[in-house]
């Protein structure tokens, strides 16, 4: 029934942005910590950000560094990935995840395409 949702993903171009958002569906649903993972075609599953749901201190990957922000709305309880300068190699489906209270990233939402063309 809890469960996190994904939107924003789309097929754009190099230099473009998109805004990622997730959220949980149905049953109220809480986590220290939520991020972004994404994983292309052939490739395994990569960390991208996380945020701590208390404090918002946030944490990047150094491929995104520079270009991409985590940043979560209390009020709605929606966290949000904003994509700048995307580049082909941010091509990707990305998850977005939620740490259970013993610090594993056990909650995931089903994901959503985002297509960097050159």
């Known amino acids: 029934q809890v469960q996190l949702v994904e939107s924003g993903g789309g097929s754009v171009q190099a230099g473009d942005s998109l805004r990622l958002s997730c959220a949980p569906s149905?049953?109220?649903?809480?986590?220290?910590?939520m991020g972004w993972f994404r994983q292309a075609p052939g490739k395994e599953r990569e960390f991208v950000s996380l945020?701590?749901?208390?404090?918002?201190?946030?944490v990047y990957a150094d491929s995104v560094k520079g270009r991409f922000t985590i940043s979560r709305d209390s009020a709605q309880n929606t966290v949000y990935l904003q994509m700048n300068s995307l580049k082909p190699e941010d091509t990707a489906v990305y998850y977005c995840?939620?740490?259970?209270?013993?610090?594993?990233?056990?909650?995931w939402g089903q994901g959503t395409q985002v297509t960097v063309s050159s």
């Open positions: 945020i701590t749901w208390s404090g918002g201190a946030t």
């Open positions: 995840a939620a740490q259970s209270n013993r610090g594993t990233w056990y909650y």
């Open positions: 149905g049953r109220t649903f809480s986590s220290a910590v």
